[in-house]
């Protein structure tokens, strides 16, 4: 048997700790393949869309790359730490360090290319299936199929030189070891986890540190966001390096919680596996957090769109910069809408543009009578009398404005007055319609808007803005429309078309298209929808293969613990509870964890970037994960269980 022969055996004796590991390597070098494959792909030049989502796989392919590269570095250490008692026996019968390097690098070269091998050939496989879906989910045109030689080239060298580089560098694991280390392998007596108070109450400060950082107000800002990150990660590291040691320490102190069954086993035990895990946990809670927080955006600012789109009545809104103009633009978009049978009506409002409180507060602000007109061609409600000083308002959902309407006043800020208006907050007795996709909506007497019409001078005339507002009856449904229907077809038509006007100097007046709008965000959130959904995959089968690796690892010890408590009494029943307990703790706090942190930090920022209500995102993000994380608990709880059953008297 020659020494490749030795490397090849020692990987197939060894196949049950090494699947997981070749299963997740040959997933990411699967997904990395299809997006080289698409990224490469003949067809891609020819489409704007199909440009802008190769720059966003591009992007992909860059955090797959540096994320595979932690999960190798992570993986391969992870091993060898398993099998230093192995590589002591092999020291004592003459084997060299050098010997013992080149059998490592022989072994994870083996599981790379094994890996890479794997990983095209599925890809190859659901290449056809990859294509269709990136087009349905993006909405370019069809893309063929095409034998992707040079993706194939790109991915097998990336990852050969990944798996190569790697090995060697943490070959460097050997020469910090004497024979006797390895020989006592994961055997040696464990010391009592110890915390520090002080470490411990400076993660709760850093983690309280992060959530003040994010509240903001005015001052939030890209710095404020980085050094929430910051403390909000360092907070989490300590959490698991000491807070959680410090509860479980706290929670040994009462017996009668204690002493009861089998919580003495696993609670001592569990006081262990998360000192000694506490970073493979914070690795797995920060990996899962940020595709948690990725994936909440993406369906928070889904439903936002869906809102935006369904609080704006009118189909088009062109907006009045110059008087000359007006004319023959109204008689094209008129030709335009009635070359396509479009029946519709038209009403002109003026309004000023203003903010409650901060900047990020934008509203439209009309006069009673200026909103009334729009209430009666929607058949909608009027508005009752407002008084001087009095208003009516109506904010977004999740918009920065929502927060200033809770009280009896509210601040209306226009850049046409030195101090902002202190008005009287009426409740709305009449639910107000949106004025337009992005706004929301104060309403004056007309008496408070007529004089601040007349407060106007010649230069800051064009501060109030003439806007028509095009209904159009038979666009009025319920739910957002497919990329197919007639509004987004011919709102797109009808916005370049003026775009066109614009550059082409025949106006200066501004259209916008509701459909349009909704399309092209829809459009932009696909692309990242379709990106990060892979990305988030790989961070789940990521943290989940950690978790396997690290439980491995630990096997040995279990075995020798479990067999020592059955010849005392310790039944199955009781070994698979305790042992099953924990191995849920492990993988179902990161979850949890991530969660929360999630669910803080968008609710913290949702306002500031509109996206709206983002509880029901979050916990569908979270609850994927969730399932995920259950999926992979099921297969290994069983593998594990059935290990510590055999070692059972």
């Known amino acids: 048997m020659n020494f490749l022969q030795f490397a090849f055996n020692n990987v197939r004796r ?37 440009r802008m989502t190769s720059i966003g796989m591009e992007v992909a392919e860059y955090i797959i790359f540096v994320f595979s590269i932690l999960f190798v570095l992570f993986s391969i250490g992870s091993f060898l730490k398993a099998r230093s008692k192995e590589f002591g026996v092999l020291s004592l019968l003459g084997a060299t360090t050098g010997s013992i390097n080149r059998l490592v690098f022989l072994e994870n070269l083996i599981i790379g290319i094994g890996s890479i ?27 063929p199929f095409y034998m992707p030689w040079k993706a194939m080239g790109f991915t097998a060298i ?37 915390v520090s108070w002080v470490l411990a109450l400076l993660g709760v400060a850093l983690l309280a540190s992060a959530v003040l950082l994010l509240k903001g107000g005015e001052g939030l800002d890209f710095p404020k966001v980085m050094m929430a990150a910051a403390t909000g990660i360092w907070g989490t590291y300590f959490f698991y390096t000491q807070v959680t040691v410090a509860l479980i320490r706290l929670l040994r102190r009462s017996r009668r919680l204690l002493w009861r069954g089998t919580r003495l086993l696993w609670v001592s035990e569990m006081a262990y596996k998360i000192k000694d895990n506490a970073r493979m946990l914070f690795m797995v809670t920060v990996a899962i957090s940020l595709a948690c927080m990725s994936v909440g955006v993406i369906l928070a600012a889904q439903a936002q769109n869906e809102r935006i789109y369904e609080g704006d009545p009118f189909a088009f809104s062109y907006g009045i910069y110059e008087e000359e103009f007006v004319e023959a633009d109204v008689a ?52 009752p009398e407002i008084g001087k000083g009095q208003s009516v308002a109506h904010a977004m959902e999740g918009s920065a404005a929502e927060r200033m309407l809770k009280g009896k006043t509210i601040p209306l800020t226009l850049s046409i007055l030195g101090e902002p208006m202190e008005l009287e907050l009426l409740p709305n007795e009449v639910p107000l319609i949106g004025s337009n996709s992005y706004t929301s909506v104060v309403v004056l007497s007309d008496a408070d808007f007529t004089e601040l ?41 009808l916005f370049h078309g003026m775009m066109n006007r614009l550059e082409n100097k025949v106006t200066d007046n501004y259209m916008s298209s509701r459909g349009r709008s909704y399309a092209e965000t829809r459009e932009q959130l696909s692309m990242l929808s379709f990106v990060g959904i892979f990305i988030a995959a790989i961070f789940s089968v990521s943290s989940a293969s ?36 924990q191995i849920a703790l492990l993988f179902f706090i990161p979850v949890v964890i991530s969660g929360i942190q999630t669910m803080v930090v968008l609710s913290l920022l949702g306002a500031r970037f509109l996206l709206g209500d983002v509880t029901v995102p ?32």
């Open 453 to 493: 019409k007349n407060g106007l001078t010649e230069e800051n005339q064009n501060r109030l803005y003439r806007d028509i507002e095009i209904y159009v009856p038979s666009w009025q449904h319920k739910g957002a429309p497919r990329l197919q229907d007639p509004e987004i077809v011919i709102g797109k038509r």
């Open 14 to 50: 060894n196949a049950r700790a090494y699947f997981a590991y070749f299963l997740s390597s040959a997933f990411m070098v699967m997904i990395f393949f299809t997006y080289a494959m698409f990224i490469f792909h003949p067809g891609i030049a020819q489409s704007e869309m199909g």
């Open 618 to 649: 979050v916990l569908t993000a979270t609850g994927a994960f969730l399932a995920a994380q259950l999926l992979y608990y099921v297969v290994v709880r069983s593998r594990y269980v059935v290990q510590l059953k055999r070692v059972m008297v």
């Open 117 to 143: 091998v794997a990983g095209l050939a599925g890809g190859l496989l659901l290449s056809k299936l990859f294509l269709l879906l990136s087009v349905k989910v993006t909405g370019m045109n069809r893309l």
């Open 158 to 194: 990336a990852f050969l030189v990944l798996f190569a580089v790697l090995s060697v560098f943490t070959l460097v694991f050997f020469r910090k070891n004497q024979v006797i280390e390895l020989l006592g392998g994961s055997s040696k007596p464990k010391t009592e986890p110890r």
């Open 546 to 581: 950690f978790l396997y690796f690290k439980l491995y690892s630990e096997l040995n010890q279990d075995r020798r613990m479990y067999h020592s408590l059955s010849k005392i009494g310790l039944g199955d029943r009781e070994m698979r509870y305790s042992s099953s307990l």
């Open 332 to 383: 094209w978009i008129d030709q335009q809408l009635s070359e396509q049978g479009i029946r519709y009506e038209t009403i002109e409002q003026e309004s000023f543009s203003g903010y409650l409180g901060t900047m990020e507060s934008y509203v439209k602000v009309y006069s009673r009578s200026e909103y009334n007109k729009a209430a009666a061609l929607l058949g909608k409600e009027m508005l």
